[in-house]
């Protein structure tokens, strides 16, 4: 992860960011659109395809209703 500060291990709700999209915007992006955009704006994808990581300017990117649970990560 680029960037200093703390890293968080994040669970999205990908469809809560199609739903507020398509609210907010009057579109729906594709689930491989919004993940593209998540690598965008600075958040890796774990192994389980569930999980993400990301430091704190990402998680600013989301809108609580759009993260099922975030959990600081420990740096070696």
């Known amino acids: 992860m680029a960037g200093t500060g703390r890293t968080y291990r994040v669970v999205i709700d990908v469809a809560r960011i ?4 398509l609210e907010m915007e009057g579109g729906r992006l594709t689930e491989l659109a919004v993940r593209n955009w998540l690598r965008a704006v ?3 994808p774990e192994a389980d395809g569930r999980t993400w990581l990301s ?3 990402g ?3 989301l809108d609580k209703s759009e993260i099922v649970s975030v959990e600081a990560v420990a740096t070696a």
Not at 18 to 21: A, E, G, K, S, V
Request: glycine share 24%; no cysteine.
């Open 55 to 57: 430091g704190s300017e």
């Open 59 to 61: 998680l600013g990117r």
């Open 18 to 21: 199609q739903q507020n999209l």
């Open 42 to 44: 600075g958040f890796t």
